[in-house]
Nanobody, 114 residues
């Protein structure tokens, strides 16, 4: 299973970005899909996850500013981030869970300047 993340970049505070992460490989279904992030000098933290049926969990730090969604036909998870703040600056990692195993993408850098 391989994950390809895209959509990171530099944006000014208050701006928006949409991250995408597409999974490829031999599998029939993906259970959880989601995003973590790691800021410089900090531990990796959960941003959001979404289950097959659409249930979601959004971290309090981004609640109201981020929306997670998925396209099961494309095996892709999206993270729409609005009203970005400087503290959102981090490397964002996508992950998927397939048959009880976790797979991680390489990460995409999001830089928010104030």
């Amino acid at each position: 299973v391989q994950l390809q993340a895209s959509g990171g970049g530099s944006v000014q505070a208050g701006g928006s970005l949409r991250l995408s992460c597409a999974a490829s490989g031999k599998f029939f279904t993906i259970s959880n899909m989601g995003w973590y992030r790691q800021a410089p000098g900090k531990q990796r933290e959960l941003v959001a996850w979404i289950r097959t049926g659409g249930n979601t969990n959004i971290a309090d730090s981004v609640k109201g500013r981020c929306t997670i969604s998925r396209d099961n036909a494309k095996s892709t998870v999206y993270l729409q981030m609005d009203s970005l703040k400087s503290e959102d600056t981090a490397v964002y990692y996508c992950y998927v869970m397939i048959y009880g195993l976790e797979y991680w993408g390489n990460g995409t850098l999001v830089t928010v300047s104030s």
